[in-house]
């Protein structure tokens, strides 16, 4: 968990100062609740549920975490219903 948190840091802190994101966002299936648990320890939630992204098998979280140009975390408020593959801006 060392590592992935380090590894999470460094991809926020480049988010943050290199790219001026408003937030950082991972995509994880739903079904791994390890990594989910991680995740959120981490900061991130669940802003979507992306139904058949891996492969049209299982479902994925699009988990979010705002940075601090994102003063009103407007960019993490949870959508009330899923998405598909093909409605996701790339």
Known sequence: RGLAKKL???LEDTSENSCRAYF??????VSNTLAIGM??????????RVLGYYGGEED????????????LKSSIVPLPHP???QDLEW
């Open 24 to 29: 950082v966002d991972l995509f994880v299936r």
């Open 39 to 48: 995740y959120e320890r981490l900061g991130y939630s669940v802003y979507r």
């Open 8 to 10: 999470m840091r460094a």
């Open 83 to 85: 998405v598909l593959p």
């Open 60 to 71: 994925a979280f699009d988990m979010r975490k705002a940075l601090s140009r994102d003063h």
